[in-house]
């Protein structure tokens, strides 16, 4: 890269005729690089985060319409509709809630006892009905066990604690159920009963049974993976059940020797814990693709990314605005990518390597439209040969850029070098100032990472309206914005004409796989 930005730049206003002493392929390059501008930028940002679409919330008509935008951007481009149905990519988002009046835990020893739903068990929707034996696993479910046709009993410690609007329990005891809830899925378990720990009481049970039933959102719906129904029991509805089986619960709880397969004789249990669906959202990415020029490396794409979604509408601030607009948060890094395709569309060659533009929703919501493009994507994974995430570049330091991911692969090295060529951008490449924060795992470049696919992450660091209503076109800077979106386009431009792809180092490639699994 011998080229200046400022060479580049004086190239664009030369004739393009005989006698000019530039290859064509420099003014090319400069004229595409100047349709990047501060005023296109601020532009674009202000479209998608206008308050008319209400803070593009995951899914909302804002949402729709902001991937209207970007689909009509693209097509202004030539770029090429890549979703499944046109330039939409949609998933699967649904509202859905314990069915209550449907659910029960009947326990069937000659006789029959139901227990009673928010006095001695709250429960989670899973797949069933079901009627099946009971078998007493202590504290763990083995990887190799058989468990079709039973119901496995397990013990579950931690007492629940107030969380917003309700109560919960800690992290660690969530984790464990979705830990054992899986492999009771890979058994083949018909359901799963916790036995939880005597400190929850009655007043406990009514409110966690509260919060079990309240709808909630899920990536693909509760029960598109076959997880079984599961069943939190008291203490006293646990004597109850052992007592049933010719088992004492005081002397079974009270054993050391946590690793055991004890049927409960003469014991089935009735269980269903169904889901209510409320409605069937189908929220959007959109993707778009420019085309490779050659005919070797044009079935391979570099992905770039940013999340045109952000967090609706909200608690007002001291002003009484209540429209969380998301301008940097990620109408910025949307921006860019936008940019980014136009000039790169712009060229009258086009790079080696198609280039993938991917606007994807839900990235507030936990990453969403990336793990669903990344699981279901609409080109081969394999030929994605990189990924450039851009989100949150519009404030801050004017003359830096924090990069996350240097250190992983040869992508590092190539922004760095991109960056030296071109002092004019202004731009010192920074690595992640803010470990703890943890935000390699906050973005959408990490559902490309986890299919360990070379990624980088654009991002200029949180602020004081991170989340807020305030985070406002007002306060972009545009000028940093359009630097960065042409570093952006030169970096990809670069990568898109080398017919080396990028790859992990040797570390580095642990280490995303240490970070990801």
Not at 227 to 233: G, K, M, Q, R, V
Not at 488 to 505: E, M, Y
Request: net charge negative.
């Amino acid at each position: 890269m011998k080229k200046t930005l400022a060479l580049l730049l004086a190239l664009a206003a030369c004739s393009n005729g005989p006698g000019a002493g530039r290859p064509d392929s420099d003014r090319d390059l400069a004229r595409a690089l100047g349709t990047i501008t501060p005023a296109d930028m601020i532009h674009r940002i202000g479209v998608l985060a206008d308050d008319s679409l209400l803070g593009r919330d995951t899914p909302s008509p804002g949402l729709e319409s902001a991937a209207r935008y970007v689909a009509a951007e693209l097509a202004s481009f030539g770029l090429e509709p890549a979703g499944e149905d046109g330039w939409l990519q949609r998933y699967p988002y649904p509202l859905e809630g314990l069915d209550v009046a449907a659910t029960r835990l009947d326990l069937v020893a000659g006789a029959t006892h139901t227990f009673e739903y928010g006095v001695d068990f709250f429960a989670q929707p899973g797949t069933g009905p079901a009627r099946a034996g009971a078998l007493w696993l202590g504290d763990d479910i083995p990887a190799a066990a058989d468990l079709r046709d039973r119901v496995a009993i397990v013990r579950l410690e931690g007492l629940p604690e107030p969380a917003r609007g309700g109560v919960r329990f800690p992290q660690e005891s969530r984790a464990r159920v979705a830990a054992l809830l899986a492999r009771a899925r890979d058994t083949g378990a018909a359901g799963v009963v916790f036995l939880l720990d005597p400190g929850v009481g009655p007043g406990d049970i009514a409110a966690l049974a509260r919060t079990a039933e309240a709808p909630a959102r899920r990536l693909g719906g509760r029960g598109s993976d076959g997880t079984p129904a599961s069943f939190f029991l008291t203490r006293d509805a646990t004597r109850r059940l052992f007592g049933a089986g010719g088992l004492d619960a005081t002397e079974q709880l009270g054993r050391a020797d946590v690793d055991r397969q004890t049927p409960l004789p003469g014991v089935m249990l009735r269980i269903a814990a169904p889901l209510r669906a409320l409605d069937q959202e189908r929220p959007p990415n959109v993707v778009g693709v420019l085309r490779g020029s050659d005919p070797d490396l044009r079935d391979s794409y570099i992905v770039l990314s940013a999340h045109m979604d952000h967090v609706g509408v909200g608690r007002p601030d001291a002003s009484g605005d209540s429209i969380y607009n998301g301008a940097d948060d990620d109408a910025s890094g949307t921006a860019v990518i936008l940019e980014v395709a136009e000039a790169l569309a712009a060229l009258p060659a086009r790079p080696a390597r198609s280039v993938l533009v991917l606007a994807v929703s839900g990235e507030e919501k936990g990453l969403l439209g990336s793990r669903w493009f990344s699981d279901h994507p609409t080109v081969p994974l394999t030929a994605i040969v990189a990924n450039l995430n851009v989100d949150m570049i519009g404030r801050n330091a004017a003359d830096s850029i924090v990069v996350i991911g240097l250190e992983y692969s040869s992508l590092g090295d190539r922004v760095r070098d991109v960056a030296r060529a071109y002092p004019e951008l202004g731009l010192t490449i920074s690595d992640d100032l803010w470990p703890d924060e943890r935000f390699f795992f906050r973005s959408d470049h990490f559902n490309f990472a986890r299919k360990e696919i070379p990624a980088l992450f654009f991002f200029a660091g949180t602020h004081e309206d991170y989340h807020r209503p305030g985070d406002e076109v007002g306060d972009i800077d545009g000028d940093k914005a359009a630097r960065v979106a042409r570093l952006v386009f030169l970096l990809t431009h670069d990568l898109a004409q080398d017919p080396a792809a990028p790859v992990w180092s040797r570390d580095g490639l642990a280490e995303v796989r240490r970070l990801t699994r």
